[in-house]
Each structure stands twice: as structure tokens, then as C-alpha cells.
């Protein structure tokens, strides 16, 4: 005996990229929720890729929003069978993000001091996943991060980006070359420089953590 | 494999992202033989796992604002297709019309723009081609003009004429003189005072009259002749001078000239 054609059970499962075309094309038509269940998806990814890349706040927050409304207003264009909606995102974001670098030539480091407008607190780094009771932890792994962030932002653009998209955002090397557009070789000797640029930053600040555990 | 293999897959080997068969057991038999590549190996791995430690406390989502932002312009897109006859994007149908009918291609445009501009050019060009055959300012056309001339005049005696009219005074009449040397220095003095341009007795000059000028010539006191402002010295002014005279058709004596 058969199921019915309706029983849910039998149809296939939407994959991931379809559900996003069919929350776009819902969202280009003015569905509210169809446009919620879009955002919460992807928006961390833009946002995310546009602070690491920037270290700024209200640069990432600015970009989220062009990126968001170019896909509001001009989202037909987006094409299925040329990529997936996320990577038609990181796209965007990307060329958005190095035209405002371009642009401005300069990022906002993050402070570790609270209260600056546009900048990324400690509290904020270390709230969703460190447990509080531990200060000292919290400090040297905090310590640890900010070294890793202004080591990240140092980087020459054309090396920063591949750092984010393949070791933090985790994309694989032939994404990340579709992305940038350039052979995946390439992606992978621009890697393996940046690493060894990181390192050697990451190295001469190890010194000042060990100073800082050691008075605490 | 060899250090030059195992620098170049350094970034994979540190992240294991991407590694395909048997990379591994191949890095794990070469630094098993170069502490050098071992030493890098575990740099790396350190480093790894603090881009990861960061990438964990980076996992962030934007501020509320931003989909307030967003939703405003939501609202216009709804606003939009609320109105009877407002187009409904539909993503599927928008590529197939584009497929379909894809309108005027791109070649077709830069083809037009090309066209468009070699037309320019051309009419550029002519135009520039039509004007070298022309005066090109106005000062050209000025100076095309030849600047009016006296003509060459035969010397003609008419005798009805009311001017003095008198034979010439050979200048060798005065030797005779006894002081022969202050009449040489007279005499020179006067072959250097004369010359032989005309100088215009009127500005109103009739062109038409000087078609057929008469020269008339005479003997005319000197003193006359710096009155009519002839550049002659003032002493010996009733000295008697030769002079040539033009006379126009109508009479009228346009121009004066002292002759030796």
C-alpha cells in the first residue's frame, strides 16, 4: 500500500538552497515573515564576514544592511544554477567591504576598554560562550583574541580575505577562489603566507600576555 | 615528500580542511625525518586552533536596528506590490523571459555607441577639411587686402593749369657766383633736402579721380612748401624750389613731391 502524494513524509525535503530561493522570491513580493526566516539565516554570515574584515561595528552593521537592501531591491537577478544564495551574499559583501577599505583606507582596531561607540567590547567578545566566575581566564583568553583580531586586520587586504573566508568563516579553497575570482593555487599560496605573517605577529605579542598573567 | 611540498601544503595540513589521500601519512613521514618542518607543523596547529578560538568568539549577529532598517524598505516593496497592476517578481518567470526574449544584447548596444561615434568623427573631421579653404579669422582677410598704393605717374606738363609753371633752374645757373664754395654746401644741401615720394596734400582721396593722375611740375617758393609740410629747413624759405604736383581728374592736387 502507498502513502498519498500528500503525506509530507514522502516529499522530499527541501535542501537549503531551495528554501532559499523560495524565501527570497517570497520576500521580493513584500512576505514579512518569508524576509525574517531569510535574515536570520544569512545575516550573521554578511555581518560576520564584514567585521572580521573591518573590525568595525558600524561599518559591518552598514554593510549588512546595504548587502540586504541590494537584495530586496535587485534580488531577481539572483541566479540558482550560477551559486548558492550565501555565496551570492559573501559576494556582495565582499565587494561592498573592499570598496569602503578602499575607500576609507583605515579600519577601527577593537579596544578592549567598554563604552566606545563603534567598537567591539570585551564583554561583548567573551559573554555568549565564557564562563564569568573564572577571571583570569576570561582575561588571558580575551587577551588572546584581541591579539588574534589586530593580527587579522594587519594583514594586506588580498591576504586578510582569504584568513576570513577559508580558517574562519571556513569556506572550502575552491569557494573562496570562485569568490575572489583567481585560481584556487592561488588562494592557497596567498594562505600560506598570511599564516606565516600571523604567526609571526601572533609571536612577538605572546610576551605581554605572559607579563599579564603573571601580575594577575 | 620534501620541504618544499610540505611548506606548500602547510595551511591545509594545519587546518584539515581539505586534505586528500594519503597527505597526511606522507607530512607525518617527512617530519618524522625534518625537525625543521615538525617545528612549523605544530607552529601552525597552535595558530589554528587560536583562529578558531576567535572565529568562536566572533559568531555574531547584527544589532536589532538593522532589521528595523530593513523592514522599512520592506514595507516600500509591499507598498509596491499592493498596487493593482504592480508587477510580482517572479524569479522563475524573470529568467525565462530573459531567455526567451533577451531584448536588445550587449553587442547590439556597443555597436550602436560605435556607430555613433564614427559618425561624429566623420562630420568632425569635414568640417574641419571645408574650413582650410577658407579664411580662417579675420585678420587673415585683412591683411589679404593690399594696402593702397600711389601709381606710377608719367610726368605731363599742361600749361592751362593755374599754378606757376616754369622752366626748371638748372642748379648750375648759380656758379657763376663769387663764393662758389658756400653755393657748393647750398647745393648740397639742397640735393639732400630733396627726395622723390609724394607727400598727400588731402586724406579725401578719390580713387576713381587718381585712375589718370597729371603731373604737373614747378617752381614753388620754399617757403610755400614747408607751409604745406614738406620736411625742408626754414632758412632760404624765398629760395624757388622744384616741385612735381599730382593732379586727379577732377583737378584737385592729391600729393606734392621736391625734385633736384
Given at each position: 500500500m502507498t502513502k498519498p502524494p500528500s503525506d509530507p513524509a514522502t516529499q522530499p525535503a527541501l535542501s537549503a538552497e531551495n528554501e532559499d530561493a523560495v524565501a527570497l522570491q517570497r520576500a521580493l513580493a513584500g512576505d514579512e515573515e518569508a524576509f525574517d526566516l531569510l535574515y536570520?539565516?544569512?545575516?550573521?554570515?554578511?555581518?560576520?564576514?564584514?567585521?572580521?574584515?573591518?573590525?568595525?561595528?558600524?561599518?559591518?552593521?552598514?554593510?549588512?544592511?546595504?548587502?540586504?537592501?541590494?537584495?530586496?531591491?535587485?534580488?531577481?537577478?539572483?541566479?540558482?544554477?550560477?551559486?548558492?544564495?550565501?555565496?551570492?551574499?559573501?559576494?556582495?559583501?565582499?565587494?561592498?567591504?573592499?570598496?569602503?577599505?578602499?575607500?576609507?583606507?583605515?579600519?577601527?582596531?577593537?579596544?578592549?576598554?567598554?563604552g566606545e561607540e563603534g567598537r567591539l567590547s570585551l564583554e561583548r567578545i567573551l559573554a555568549p560562550t565564557v564562563a564569568q566566575d573564572d577571571p583570569l581566564f576570561d582575561l588571558t583568553r580575551a587577551e588572546r583574541v584581541e591579539a588574534v583580531r589586530q593580527a587579522v586586520l594587519a594583514l594586506p587586504l588580498h591576504y586578510r580575505e582569504v584568513v576570513v573566508l577559508c580558517n574562519l568563516d571556513e569556506l572550502s579553497y575552491e569557494a573562496a577562489a570562485q569568490l575572489i575570482g583567481c585560481p584556487v593555487g592561488t588562494v592557497r599560496s596567498r594562505l600560506n603566507r598570511a599564516r606565516a605573517l600571523l604567526l609571526e605577529k601572533l609571536q612577538t605579542h605572546q610576551p605581554a600576555v605572559r607579563r599579564t598573567a603573571a601580575v594577575l | 615528500?620534501?620541504?618544499?611540498?610540505?611548506?606548500?601544503?602547510?595551511?591545509?595540513?594545519?587546518?584539515?580542511?581539505?586534505?586528500?589521500?594519503?597527505?597526511?601519512?606522507?607530512?607525518?613521514?617527512?617530519?618524522?625525518?625534518?625537525?625543521?618542518?615538525?617545528?612549523?607543523?605544530?607552529?601552525q596547529r597552535a595558530l589554528q586552533a587560536r583562529l578558531q578560538e576567535f572565529a568562536a568568539a566572533t559568531r555574531e549577529l547584527p544589532a536589532p536596528h538593522v532589521r528595523q532598517r530593513l523592514r522599512a524598505v520592506l514595507a516600500e516593496q509591499q507598498q509596491i506590490a499592493a498596487v493593482p497592476g504592480a508587477p510580482v517578481v517572479d524569479l522563475a518567470a524573470a529568467r525565462a523571459a530573459r531567455q526567451a526574449s533577451p531584448g536588445v544584447p550587449r553587442w547590439g548596444w556597443l555597436a550602436a555607441a560605435a556607430m555613433f561615434t564614427l559618425v561624429a568623427l566623420s562630420l568632425?573631421?569635414?568640417?574641419?577639411?571645408?574650413?582650410?579653404?577658407?579664411?580662417?579669422?579675420?585678420?587673415?582677410?585683412?591683411?589679404?587686402?593690399?594696402?593702397?598704393?600711389?601709381?606710377?605717374?608719367?610726368?605731363?606738363?599742361?600749361?592751362?593749369?593755374?599754378?606757376?609753371?616754369?622752366?626748371?633752374?638748372?642748379?648750375?645757373?648759380?656758379?657763376?657766383?663769387?663764393?662758389?664754395?658756400?653755393?657748393?654746401?647750398?647745393?648740397?644741401?639742397?640735393?639732400?633736402?630733396?627726395?622723390?615720394?609724394?607727400?598727400?596734400?588731402?586724406?579725401?582721396?578719390?580713387?576713381?579721380?587718381?585712375?589718370?593722375?597729371?603731373?604737373?611740375?614747378?617752381?614753388?617758393?620754399?617757403?610755400r612748401l614747408v607751409a604745406l609740410g614738406l620736411p625742408l629747413p626754414v632758412h632760404g624759405d624765398r629760395e624757388m624750389v622744384n616741385a612735381e604736383v599730382m593732379l586727379g581728374d577732377n583737378g584737385v592736387a592729391y600729393a606734392i613731391r621736391v625734385v633736384r
Open positions: 536570520a539565516r544569512r545575516a550573521g554570515v554578511v555581518y560576520q564576514f564584514a567585521l572580521r574584515m573591518s573590525g568595525s561595528v558600524t561599518l559591518a552593521e552598514d554593510v549588512t544592511q546595504d548587502v540586504f537592501i541590494s537584495l530586496l531591491r535587485s534580488g531577481h537577478k539572483f541566479d540558482p544554477s550560477r551559486g548558492t544564495l550565501p555565496q551570492y551574499l559573501l559576494g556582495m559583501t565582499r565587494n561592498r567591504v573592499l570598496t569602503l577599505l578602499q575607500r576609507e583606507r583605515n579600519f577601527v582596531p577593537l579596544a578592549v576598554d567598554e | 615528500m620534501k620541504c618544499q611540498e610540505f611548506q606548500e601544503r602547510l595551511s591545509e595540513l594545519a587546518s584539515e580542511v581539505e586534505l586528500e589521500a594519503g597527505l597526511r601519512a606522507r607530512a607525518e613521514a617527512h617530519t618524522a625525518r625534518c625537525e625543521t618542518c615538525a617545528a612549523r607543523w605544530l607552529a568632425n573631421f569635414w568640417q574641419r577639411l571645408t574650413s582650410l579653404s577658407e579664411p580662417s579669422s579675420k585678420e587673415e582677410m585683412t591683411l589679404a587686402v593690399p594696402a593702397p598704393a600711389l601709381p606710377a605717374l608719367p610726368v605731363v606738363i599742361t600749361p592751362q593749369l593755374n599754378y606757376e609753371v616754369s622752366k626748371p633752374r638748372p642748379v648750375k645757373a648759380a656758379v657763376h657766383e663769387p663764393n662758389r664754395r658756400l653755393r657748393r654746401l647750398e647745393l648740397a644741401q639742397v640735393q639732400e633736402e630733396t627726395n622723390n615720394e609724394f607727400v598727400p596734400l588731402t586724406l579725401a582721396v578719390d580713387e576713381r579721380a587718381l585712375e589718370n593722375p597729371t603731373l604737373v611740375r614747378l617752381e614753388v617758393p620754399r617757403a
